[in-house]
């Protein structure tokens, strides 16, 4: 019943396929340079997704190191910002106690390929204005990836090398209407307003300002010091000290951005903790 | 292609086998350490700043 199979077999009689010719080299080639091509673009996915964390990690352990050494010898209020050189530091604590970032002056490609980087012009961690930041999403460290899960009084801390400044990301768009009676009441909140003018019928200079937002990327006025509005809609000191992280929106893609504005409720000196998780355990984060 | 690289490289089996590997191996770290990161700053799809 079963015929015997191989090379002596009858059932399968091996005939050696016939030459190819010309054109069918050709064809055979052009299909083996597609699928190269096809293994060269899923590469290039690795490294976008991978390889580039194991760099940026690297640069990022590299400027932390010499961020630290800066502060232990030096205590200047305000740090000398270089192109592409770690001044400050980002920690959020609902990612974990660990989750911390150096932050770059610059936001060219170089400068946040180490980590996060400060909008140049922008204002300065505590200052009255806008402390805008950019990061990635993914690829090389990721440091902005899950922005997304943030929710309106969440802590964002900025080391700088004399205090810990911390800012609470502000009310959401749907949260804004109700917010004293609503969420704003939660202690967690406490120091987080709409930043809405009552006296006035559009809300007043923040009427546009939210804890979240996703904007297209020609927007630059997401970073003013005002957030969407002309410099000269209030003078600096009646200013209020938000800080705006921003990245790219939806994930994977560059199409829009998304902002994240949270606003300064506190500012411990450093010589008033021992360390971060000191300062955690004191605003209760730990 | 790949049968015309195969029948070039020199020596018995083991040989060439290694050698196979060894190209392969060149050409990946060639992409990923020289190509893609000259690459990458042209591609648009890692903008996260608002101008």
């Not at chain 1, 530091?89 to 990612?95: G, L, N």
Request: aromatic content about 10%.
């Amino acid at each position: 019943m079963f015929a015997p199979v191989g090379k002596s077999g009858t059932a399968t009689k091996e005939t050696a396929p016939a030459p190819l010719g010309k054109g069918g080299v050709a064809i055979r080639t052009a299909g083996e340079i597609l699928i190269t091509l096809g293994l060269v673009v899923l590469l290039f996915m690795v490294y976008e997704l991978y390889v580039t964390d194991l760099f940026s990690a690297g640069k990022q352990s590299e400027a932390s190191d010499q961020l630290n050494g800066e502060w232990e010898h030096d205590r200047t209020l305000h740090p000398e910002l270089i192109d592409g050189k770690a001044f400050a530091r980002i920690h959020i604590p609902t990612f974990g106690v660990d989750y911390n970032f150096t932050i770059q002056e610059g936001t060219d490609e170089a400068a946040l390929e180490v980590g996060p980087g400060h909008y140049k012009g922008t204002s300065l961690p505590g200052e009255p204005g806008n402390f805008a930041v950019a990061g990635h999403r993914v690829g090389k460290g990721a440091p902005f990836n899950d922005l997304d899960n943030l929710s309106s009084c969440d802590q964002i801390v900025i080391e700088t090398s004399t205090d810990f400044y911390i800012y609470k990301v502000l009310p959401y768009d749907d949260e804004i209407e109700d917010w004293a009676g609503g969420k704003g009441a939660d202690p967690k909140c406490k120091g987080v307003s709409t930043l809405r003018d009552t006296n006035s019928e559009d809300g007043g200079a923040y009427s546009e300002t939210f804890g979240r937002k996703v904007v297209l990327p020609s927007q630059g006025t997401a970073v003013n010091a005002v957030p969407y509005k002309d410099a000269e809609t209030l003078p600096k000191a009646q200013q209020a000290a938000l800080l705006t992280l921003t990245t790219c929106h939806p994930q994977f893609s560059a199409q829009q951005r998304l902002i994240i504005t949270s606003v300064l409720t506190q500012q411990v000196p450093k010589n008033q903790v021992k360390d971060y998780g000191d300062l955690l355990s004191k605003i209760g984060e730990a | 292609m790949y049968a015309w690289i195969w029948r070039k490289l020199p020596g018995p089996f083991a040989a060439k086998l290694t050698l196979a590997v060894v190209l392969a191996l060149g050409v990946v770290a060639l992409l990923m350490f020289i190509v893609f990161p000259w690459l990458e700053p042209r591609l648009w799809f890692n903008e996260v700043a608002v101008n």
